[in-house]
């Protein structure tokens, strides 16, 4: 298999930037570079996010869609935030631990959760 060439930095921290609320630019970005759907900055730290991680703990539903549609990887901290309460359970149950996990910028699950609003009340609801 051949190398392959690492997409240049600052676009990757333009995409996870303009994803905690900018659904245009991450869509043109992405278009620009199909590479960016999965790419993690690297905050300082070991703070890493992704652009999904950045919508979920915004809140931006619009954007997180978006990405899982193209193919994100979705993790607990989208799971919450979107409302998918049978996946936050399913993965609570396999990893207890998940349930004071910490997100990008270490934000708490149950924050992400509340960041999607009425639409994961029950997501907030179990993880109180």
């Known amino acids: 298999m051949e190398p392959r060439q690492g997409i240049a930095p600052e676009l990757v921290k333009e995409f996870v930037g303009n994803a905690h609320g900018d659904l245009n630019r991450v869509q043109e970005l992405l278009a620009q570079e199909p590479g960016l759907l999965n790419a993690a900055w690297d905050w300082g730290g070991g703070d890493w996010e992704t652009a999904l991680g950045a919508a979920a703990h915004t809140g931006s539903r619009d954007i997180a869609l978006f990405l899982l549609e193209r193919g994100a990887r979705l993790d607990v901290f989208a799971a919450a935030m979107l409302g998918k ?44």
């Open 85 to 128: 309460l049978e996946i936050v359970k399913a993965m609570i149950a396999d990893r207890p631990a998940l349930k004071d996990a910490l997100g990008p910028h270490g934000i708490p699950l149950r924050a992400h959760a509340q960041a999607g609003g009425e639409d994961a009340s029950g997501v907030i609801a179990f993880l109180q």
